[in-house]
């Protein structure tokens, strides 16, 4: 079992930044794949960016490509999400996912977190 519990959400106005946090605890952190997702109101949750536990390659939804950056930390156990220039649509609740592999994580997660609210006002 991993447990994952994320931070750092908030009201920001448009055009500034948050960095969200999510420490994981349980088995092994570093062998995991770890990814973000979001879900706004009315709307299905989506898949918004997402690494290997090898800290190489990253992969972004078109719509925060650019703006967020996605990065761990496997001796601290926590990805992070660093969200900038933000828009009123990044409007969401966040959530941090685990999986076995970048295709698990990305489609499928094994693990969630509780979430985190992000508003962005206008």
């Known amino acids: 079992q991993v447990q994952l519990v994320e931070s750092g959400g908030g009201m920001v106005q448009a055009g500034g930044s948050l960095r969200l946090s999510c420490a994981a605890s349980?088995?092994?952190?570093?062998?995991?794949?770890m990814g973000w997702f979001r879900q706004a109101p009315g709307k299905e949750r989506e898949f918004v960016a997402a690494?290997?536990?090898?800290?190489?390659?990253?992969y972004y939804a078109d719509s925060v490509k650019g703006r967020f950056t996605i990065s761990r930390d496997n001796a601290k156990n926590t990805v992070y999400l660093q969200m900038n220039v933000l828009k009123p649509e990044d409007t969401a609740v966040y959530y941090c996912?685990?999986?076995?592999?970048?295709?698990?994580?990305?489609?499928?997660?094994?693990?969630w977190g509780q979430g985190t609210q992000v508003t962005v006002s206008s």
């Open positions: 996912a685990a999986g076995d592999t970048i295709l698990v994580v990305t489609t499928h997660p094994d693990y």
């Open positions: 349980g088995r092994t952190f570093s062998r995991y794949a």
């Open positions: 690494m290997p536990w090898s800290n190489s390659n990253t």
